[in-house]
């Protein structure tokens, strides 16, 4: 139904990890905070939607912990697996719902949702996206977003890029949105005492333990350089935990074996906190380099390992900030760019705290929403990949999360009516720690025989 200033509306985020339920949750609040999803009403100020939680089952269920560090609070939350969801959908009523999943998670919601929702003249506002720099796999991933009514874009750049791969292979390119990343912010760069040097490390880039070993080495001869500064390593998980990212080689366990100076330490936490601190961010290609510029925080993207697709830094040429350890421990800070800044979507108010565009930058989704919501009647959900379309590709992806090609759950699916008992929990719980011991203890020793 549609949303009014006497009802609040209803929003669910279905989420994979960590990363994506925090970027799935502050989206859904900008997309409802401000002036009202309904066309030409003003909202009360004072009123927060209902935001229902749902994290999809599968070895980057964020843990406790995760959940915490994140500090994104909901009216509820749990773990059910694809078709449990789907079930959820069928019979409960909401305003908006966020797919915060990977390409092919987000593909089999649509074509499930699509079934489940057959015959129904009132269906949620469908909103996807990616939770940071989309450097790999465009086409793919955005092919399999595509049949959502909002295909949310983090800046022009990618909006652009985005409706070009759609308006190529014939497929309507309507649902792409601009918008920017939903948890930019915090108070804009002072000088710090002491200096802070913070490395944000990514789960998977790079991949090699010769690679990660090189940077942490750098890290620290950089601390041991410079005495008078603190030199932290951000980390994202601990060992046994996963985030979006596989990460096989943590960087905690090769610390283990060097003699750390004082002056160096390892650090969790909420991004935004650690940025608060921060005198420069050094990365490979973190989406943590765009909070930072947004602040206007000295930026480093690092090109000691090249600049390579598959590092993902070569998303960062003509920023301006690409440089080397050698030299950072010179004392270089970079100056970035200022119109491929702004074409990014990052500090582009006049202001570091992004006073400016970046407030309004969820406006036009909101009124897209606010228009589907106030309309009638909202069309079946239509993605791009049909088994028509891709007869030797859909099946695959679909039956993933146990789902047949016209998006119904296969025979024997799995699917709980109640919560989880105590010997189920524990089951899944050794069965998702058995997986995570097989990529960081025995994938990385298999590879290292296969290089023999």
Known sequence: MPASTTKLPRIAVLADSDTRWKWGALTASRL??????????????????????????????????????????????????GVEFLREMAKETYDVLVLALVGGGVQAMLHGLAHAWQGRARRPVVVTGYVGVVYEKLADGLLLRHGADLVLANSRQDAERFRAVYQGVGADASSVTEVALPFLGGAPYEKKDPYT????????????????????????????????????????????????????????????????????RLVYGNMG???????????????????????????????????????????????????????????????????????????????????????????????????????????????????????GYLPGVLARHHLAPDGSPLPGAPAADKPAGPVRQIVRRAARGAYRHGVQRVAPVIRRMGEL
């Open 273 to 391: 906190e650690v940025l608060d601190h921060t005198d420069l961010l050094v990365t490979m290609s973190s989406t943590a380099a765009l909070e930072s510029l947004h602040r206007r925080i000295p930026t480093v993207v690092l090109t000691d390992l090249g600049v390579r697709e598959g590092l993902g830094n070569h998303h960062f040429v003509g920023s301006g900030c690409l440089a080397s350890w050698d030299q950072l421990d010179a004392g270089h800070e970079p100056a970035p760019d200022p119109e491929w800044v702004a074409r990014q979507g990052v500090a582009a108010g006049d202001s570091a705290s992004g006073a400016g565009s970046y407030a309004t930058a969820f406006d036009e989704a909101r009124l897209r929403i606010g228009t589907l919501l106030a309309a009638d009647e909202l069309p079946p959900l239509r993605p791009y990949y049909t088994p028509v379309t891709a007869p």
């Open 32 to 81: 409802t905070a401000g002036p009202s999803m309904e066309a030409g009403q003003q909202a009360d100020a004072q009123a927060a939607p209902v935001l229902d939680g749902f994290l999809l089952r599968g070895r980057a269920t964020p843990t406790v912990r995760q959940l915490g560090e994140v500090g994104v609070q909901a009216d509820s939350l749990r773990e059910v697996t």
């Open 197 to 264: 040097v913070v490395f944000a490390a990514q789960p998977s880039v790079p991949e090699s333990r010769k690679d990660r070993t090189y940077l942490l080495d750098r890290l620290v001869e950089h601390a041991r350089r410079h005495p008078e500064r603190q030199v932290l390593l951000k980390l994202r998980s601990k060992p046994g935990e996963h985030t979006t990212h596989i990460e096989e080689l943590p960087y905690q366990k090769l610390a283990q074996r060097q003699d750390l100076p004082a002056n160096f």
